[in-house]
């Protein structure tokens, strides 16, 4: 396994510039042939998950002056991290992760994907289609695929038709998905970087859903302020936040507000990193530059191409690149044994933030990073060996040794432990979720 999985290591380190030498810090271990699928996700939970550790220990390093720290990957770890919002138990409650609208309906020529986990995407999906929730299935049926996927984009909603690899490919997105890299980073200026003397990195949290807040998730566990800010108008899935919120604190602010506004803009002054997931230009018009940041922004589908500026979600993102037909069939679709694009990407943007600290830390620079799901979904169908070990489904293991149970405001919440790790890491978070919105918007004081 060790070939396999420092290969994925490596590409990755490579892509966010890190010294080539460093990934030698890396080792792996654990029960083989977990996360089974058509397409190697076991290898880009693992590779993911490696390159954000490494990140951490350079990072960690770097602070104090010493040797990178080694780095030890558990397979049983990542898998069971990669599906943490199946293994919550709230108060004993197992959690709600798809509504009933959430799901692959048949059409009139194929299949559509639909997304409905929040009331205003439900109600966006009925709009565009004329019927109450009850009527969906039969109001799809009789449509064709990507009428549906047109519809309900126009209506504010979010559906896609089911697409091959090869229909992907030649798909305007997919092409611009093909010909960006993975990720992209880039230094804007000379600025000096914009740390809080004496006190933790602060990061302005301003993702939704999984993929973000598994970054930010990830950089709470390293130590830092992480304060998440939501418009109070859209409240998070509950089960989400109790899956995503550890380390954190979560406030609410209507940016249309101006009193509000002006409290976004001293929390962002104070800020150290800006981590956002809202589709890309969607917070331009609250969103200044800062000398100084490093800001990070994760979309679905990318900044180029026609669908630069829809939302999107990992499950759509398998649908439209045609994972869903490798995993399934274009007669019966699949999926992947975990949400792996967001939480592979998450781990990924921790990373990416990470490494421009480390950078920043020598070099200075305002520095930007973005990263896409479909990137992530092309870096798993393209960029990547098949996996061997244990991918026909063989693997077995108990995942109790990495679940943790925990008191918090939200009930006893049984959780995934978080797989990044290295000599001398945190084990856990200092925290649990708080409810939802309930924290002050301000950074703590040193």
């Keep these: 396994m060790a070939d396999s999985a420092s290969h994925g290591t490596e ?53 104090t002056g010493g040797e990178t720290p080694a780095v030890r990957v558990d397979d049983g770890a990542v898998a069971t991290a990669f599906v943490s919002e ?26 559509v994907r639909t997304h409905a986990n929040y009331p205003h995407h439900r109600a966006a999906l009925s709009a565009a289609l004329g019927t109450d929730e009850d009527g969906v299935e039969a109001a799809i049926a009789e449509r064709r695929s990507r009428e549906v996927e047109d519809a309900v984009y126009a209506a504010g909603g979010l559906a896609v038709a089911l697409r091959t690899p090869e229909e992907w490919a030649a798909h305007p997105q997919g092409a611009a998905a093909a ?6 980073r880039e230094r804007l200026d000379d600025a000096a970087p914009r740390r809080t003397p004496g006190g933790p990195l602060r990061v302005l949290d301003l993702t939704r859903v999984i993929a973000g807040p598994v970054a930010t ?19 998070e899935l509950p089960d989400q936040h109790a899956d995503t919120g550890f380390g954190k604190r979560s406030a609410t602010l209507d940016l249309d507000s101006p009193s509000d506004r002006r409290t976004f803009d001293e929390l962002l002054d104070g800020a150290d990193v800006l981590v956002t997931g809202y589709r890309p230009g969607a917070l331009d018009h609250y969103r200044p530059t800062r000398p100084g940041l490093v800001v990070a922004q994760l979309s679905a589908w990318g900044d180029e191409g026609p669908w630069g500026g829809r939302r999107g979600f990992d499950s759509l993102v398998q649908a439209a690149s045609g994972i869903a037909v490798v995993e399934g069939s274009a007669e019966r679709p699949g999926a992947l044994p975990a949400q792996a694009l967001d939480h592979g990407s998450g781990y990924l943007l921790a990373a990416a933030v990470l490494r421009s600290l480390t950078e920043q830390r020598t070099e200075g620079g305002t520095r930007l990073v973005r990263l896409a799901l479909a990137r992530t979904a092309r870096f798993l169908t393209h960029g990547l060996s098949p996996q061997a070990d244990g991918a026909d489904g063989t693997g077995t293991y108990d995942p109790g040794h ?17 797989p990044v790790a290295y000599e001398g890491s945190p084990a856990d978070w200092s925290r649990p979720p708080g409810a939802w919105g ?3 918007p301000e950074w703590i004081k040193a």
């Design 438 to 440: 309930s924290d002050t």
């Design 402 to 418: 990495w679940l943790a149970t925990t008191g918090s405001p939200l009930g006893e919440l049984r959780h995934a432990l978080p």
């Design 217 to 235: 998730r990830t950089l709470a566990l390293l130590g830092a302020d992480v304060l998440r800010i939501d418009p109070p108008r859209l409240p």
């Design 86 to 111: 199946r293994h919550l138990l709230v108060d004993g409650r197992a959690p709600v992760t798809f509504a009933p609208l959430s799901r692959f309906w048949r059409t009139s020529d194929g299949w």
């Design 179 to 184: 010909r960006q890299p993975l990720l992209t």
């Design 11 to 63: 590409q990755l380190w490579a892509a966010l510039g890190g010294d080539p030498a460093l990934t030698a810090r890396v080792s792996y271990g654990g029960p083989p042939g977990l996360l089974a699928a058509r397409l190697p996700v076991m290898e880009l939970a693992r590779a993911t998950v490696a390159v954000c550790s490494l990140a951490a220990a350079e990072h960690a390093a770097g602070r």
